[in-house]
């Protein structure tokens, strides 16, 4: 299918510019968007909790159902969900991506940063 999959902050000020720099990147009209608030600080402590499997569970559907290409975990400018500095996000970002290739080492998976304005920067 024509999918890739975004973990990405429910923040309503990073959906637009992540979905539209995924579908350049991975080629794909359609962007599945698993939110939460801060998920990078959620998947960095690589823990088996509620709020990880719950998005293990939402990405499996993406993966099986809509043959996701690839995936994008993101982390932003000013989160409410996650009030850390950017280095701090960073280091967070890159656990997480780290966790998620342990879970699914055929899935292309990519780390994105926004920053004050917004514009979306390939970090991993």
Not at 20 to 42: C, H, M, N, R
Not at 74 to 80: E, F, L, Q, S
Not at 86 to 110: E, G, M, R, T, V
Request: charged share 20%; hydrophobic share 40%.
């Amino acid at each position: 299918m024509d999918f890739c999959t975004v973990i990405n902050c429910m923040d309503g000020r990073v959906q637009l510019p992540v979905i539209k720099y995924l579908q350049t990147y991975f080629k794909v009209p359609f962007v599945d968007s698993i939110t939460e608030p801060g998920p990078i600080a959620i998947l960095a402590k690589a823990e088996t909790n509620l709020l990880t499997q719950n998005i293990l569970t939402r990405l499996n559907v993406s993966i099986e159902k809509h043959e996701s290409v690839g995936l994008a975990v993101t982390a932003h400018y000013d989160c409410a969900g996650n009030p850390v500095s950017k280095d701090a996000q960073i280091k967070q970002l890159q656990a997480s991506i780290s966790f998620l290739k342990k879970q699914y080492p055929q899935l292309n998976i990519i780390g994105l940063w926004l920053d004050s304005e917004f514009k979306v920067h390939h970090i991993f």
